[in-house]
């Protein structure tokens, strides 16, 4: 005997399809639905063949008596309400017939079939679902990868709610079943209904899921099929199942000793071990595949009663369920004893994600999130963390519990193994401060942001301990972002702790990026010269330069972000003054010697850290700039930007510096004598990710350095320095050499790096440089992007469009700026007396 054994009914049909009248064809035949076997009129027979038992006008009018001589504990039937005035304002429950099971003892019994609770009329409104029936299709999931275009929203759902499609499945259960069913009678009460099929549970179980879903880790124990790059699916056909995602490589042990505490875990990008989520009738069958190869099949009711299963060779899966408790947890500043906004993570000991209520055990599937998902959560490699206020609440798993938070680059972060007991429902976390950088005056904030909202932007940065958030509103081909967030004035938390303006970046992909800090009024166009930053097809319509001068008008600040790419006006703006800082979104060799270069070359520079987040694989302010606001000063956004444009900046990727040089603070001017002298520098790292290195960099080369091979939480460095020219100074911190060697789990995978902007050290009169390597460098950026002007860029044909400038002569236009950077290097050479 089969577990589920469907009858043959075709004796007993009277109707074919069209008495469901104008429609999809119905599923007929053999068909399977939760995984039961159905059997819908006669094997292969065509839709115009009588396939259902019709009941009411035109179909059997009286009681229907259908022998079935077996034993069951389960009737299932597929059938249909074919007439109901229930949203025409009839009656709800309306009795449409009752099933008479007929026992061998001579007992029979009634069931009642009613409107929306036993049956249905099809098909349904939304929410018009049955209340004692399933619909015939399961509940499951998008598509993983791929999909229409216009369901891309649809897709982050992952779930699809099932919806009845030709019938709804209704189950009976037999109070006795050591008694043989003698027959099925139906007897019809009025409204017309079909019966299209029944069949026959012989198990000891509801046939339709009821349990909530269990965690199951899936391991594979042939190395081979281990170390595949993750390719795993997994299909119940008596339930549903959740997609699977890897596991973490480390162990729990790994974890708890990492050096990244608070700051995400390499992704596993094998597929083992791994983990999937399962809700299913006993007698379910898991098959879990790889690629197109099936590994296994396992009966579900047996994982759940012996823990694991080991159906084949390559294949062993775990159940990981200890129970859960709905746990309210709090995290509180260990000094003020009060909740502080902070991102939390918790995981079983196998690495299973336990993410609070309203926050994703996994952003996007963990696909990419590139202006998706962008708020509330974040990825940083295998952990998605959760930005909380400081209190959250949602299911733990009882016992071993592990735990990441963490609050920016001033809390130590905790990472820890916590239990939670049968029926608690209380957690306290702590998180210690170990250093208060605004307490001394220096102000964090991200330079570059895009996408999140303004009320996102403020959550977000508290979470990370972040004062100032830069919204910048852009364009890229067709998309144009965050236009309703602009005010033309900055936005304060009501504690006063963080400010968000929504401001601008704009792009033009070749010339370059310009970020404009405090525009009161939008300065347009965007971009310009095509994809991928402006619209297919576009003109060159703006330069940098004139972004900048109407930036400075409104009386806002420029920054030259990402530098130094793309690399093409960034030269012009620098040479003519037009920016006020560089920022740098990544630790990189070229990126040094480019800033280093234009120091070398007498450009003053403040740098700048930002993010560049589009993503929610990048947390606001994971590269973030330090600004030192006077202590006769309010902080505010003003404050922020000026001082930041005075040079009294620290770029942070992690490490938090002290540099001085003869008590010359970052951003001042130490003056010398004509012929210099020799001067006490001093600097300090420290970092709640252990560094490997601290150096003291004068006029681009690293002249003094400290170093921890291990790592370090603190590093110090103090040296005696000769100065006989104008030069600068400045300090950076990070991992080991070479650049970029000791990489964040973000996306960019950026280095943990600090970095100060310079401390300048004249020698007699006014600090100045000359460098002629950097003039030519200069000049030869200038003359390719005036190359590119003139013979590559897009334009309107003169004379048929007036631009937004209101200039007779675009091209004189576009030009002007980079003849003014000529002409201003040649002043400076032709000051020192070098031939141009």
Request: charged content about 20%.
């Amino acid at each position: 005997m089969t577990d589920y054994d469907p009858l043959d009914l075709t004796a007993w049909c009277n109707a074919d399809a069209a008495v469901l009248g104008a429609q999809h064809p119905p599923a007929l035949g053999r068909q399977t639905f939760h995984g039961l076997p159905f059997q819908i009129g006669r094997a292969g027979a065509a839709g115009d063949a009588p396939c259902f038992l019709a009941f009411g006008a035109g179909g059997h009018g009286a009681s229907l008596h259908i022998p079935i001589g077996r034993t069951a504990r389960r009737l299932i039937v597929a059938h249909r309400l074919l007439d109901s005035a229930l949203y025409a304002g009839g009656p709800l429950g309306e009795p449409v017939a009752e099933y008479r099971v007929v026992l061998a003892s001579g007992e029979r019994l009634v069931a009642p079939i009613r409107e929306r609770f036993e049956i249905l009329a099809l098909p349904i409104p939304w929410g018009g679902q049955a209340f004692d029936a399933v619909n015939d299709h399961p509940d499951g999931l998008q598509p993983r990868h791929g999909g229409p275009w216009g369901q891309a929203g649809a897709r982050q759902t992952e779930v699809r709610q099932s919806q009845p499609r030709d019938y709804v499945l209704w189950s009976w259960t037999n109070p006795q079943p050591d008694q043989a069913i003698v027959a099925l009678e139906i007897a019809p009460q009025g409204p017309r209904f079909i019966v299209a099929a029944v069949t026959l549970g012989h198990l000891d179980e509801d046939p339709f899921r009821r349990a909530g879903a269990r965690p199951v880790k899936i391991t594979l124990p042939q190395s081979g099929d281990a170390a595949q790059p993750f390719d795993l699916t997994v299909e119940v056909d008596r339930g549903t199942v959740t997609y699977p995602h890897a596991l973490p490589a480390a162990s729990a042990e790994a974890f708890l000793a990492d050096g990244f505490a608070g700051f995400g875990e390499a992704q596993n990008p094998a597929s083992s071990p791994a983990y999937v989520e399962i809700a299913a009738a006993p007698s379910a069958t898991v098959t879990v595949s790889q690629g197109a190869a099936v590994l296994g099949r396992a009966r579900w009711g047996e994982l759940e009663d012996r823990g694991v299963a080991a159906p084949t060779p390559r294949l062993r899966l775990e159940l990981v369920d200890p129970g859960r408790n709905w746990v309210h947890t709090t995290v509180l500043d260990d000094a003020t004893g009060r909740p502080v906004p902070c991102r939390v993570h918790f995981r079983s000991p196998e690495g299973i994600p336990y993410q609070p209520h309203g926050h994703h055990g996994h952003v996007n599937s963990n696909l990419g999130t590139w202006h998706i998902d962008v708020g509330g959560d974040v990825r940083l490699g295998q952990i998605t963390y959760a930005y909380t206020d400081g209190t959250c609440q949602g299911w733990l798993p009882r016992g071993e519990v592990l735990v990441d938070v963490a609050r920016g680059f001033e809390y130590e972060p905790l990472r820890a193994r916590l239990t939670i007991a049968p029926g608690q429902q209380r957690l306290e976390l702590r998180l210690r401060r170990f250093r208060d950088m605004a307490a001394e005056r220096w102000f964090s904030g991200d330079t570059h942001v895009h996408f999140l909202s303004t009320q996102g932007s403020h959550f977000e940065a508290q979470g990370e301990d972040l004062r100032v958030v830069n919204l910048l509103l852009s364009q890229w081909g067709s998309l144009f972002t965050n236009t309703e967030e602009f005010i033309g004035r900055p936005t304060t938390s009501p504690d006063g702790q963080t400010i968000v303006y929504a401001t601008q970046e704009n792009r033009q992909h070749f010339l370059g990026h310009l970020t404009l800090l405090g525009v009161t009024e939008p300065i347009m166009p965007w971009c310009s010269d095509g994809p991928s930053e402006a619209e297919l097809g576009g003109t060159l319509e703006a330069t940098l330069a004139d972004w900048a001068d109407r930036c400075r008008a409104q009386g806002g600040t420029v920054v030259i972000p990402h530098l130094p790419f793309p690399n093409g006006e960034p030269a012009a703006l620098i040479a003519t003054g037009r920016a006020d800082a560089v920022e740098m979104i990544r630790e990189d060799a070229f990126n040094f010697i480019e800033y280093y270069r234009y120091l070398n070359g007498g450009y003053r520079l403040p740098l700048v850290g930002g993010t560049d987040k589009m993503s929610s694989e990048v947390p606001v302010g994971l590269y973030r700039t330090y600004v030192h606001i006077p202590a006769d000063e309010d902080f505010t956004y003003e404050s922020w930007c000026r001082n930041m444009a005075q040079g009294r900046t620290i770029l942070s990727g992690g490490p938090l510096l002290d540099f001085a040089v003869d008590g010359a603070r970052v951003g001042d001017t130490l003056r010398l004598p004509a012929g210099g002298g020799t001067v006490e520098v001093g600097a300090r790292a420290q970092s709640a990710i252990a560094i490997h290195r601290l150096e003291l960099v004068q006029d681009g080369r690293v002249i003094e350095s400290a170093t921890a091979p291990d790592g370090a939480r603190e590093l110090t460095l103090r040296a005696r320095v000769r100065v006989s020219d104008h030069s600068w100074l400045a300090a950076r911190a990070g991992g080991p050499a070479p650049a970029g060697s000791l990489p964040h789990h973000d996306t960019w995978r950026r280095g943990v790096l600090a970095h100060t902007s310079p401390i300048y050290v004249a020698c007699g009169g006014d600090w100045q440089r000359f460098s002629p390597e950097t003039a030519r460098y200069m000049l030869t950026l200038i003359d390719g992007s005036l190359t590119y002007i003139r013979n590559r860029s897009p334009h309107y044909r003169p004379g048929t469009v007036t631009h937004h400038h209101g200039e007779a002569d675009h091209q004189a236009y576009l030009e002007r700026p980079f003849r003014e950077a000529i002409a201003a290097i040649h002043r400076r050479m032709h000051a020192l007396g070098l031939p141009h």
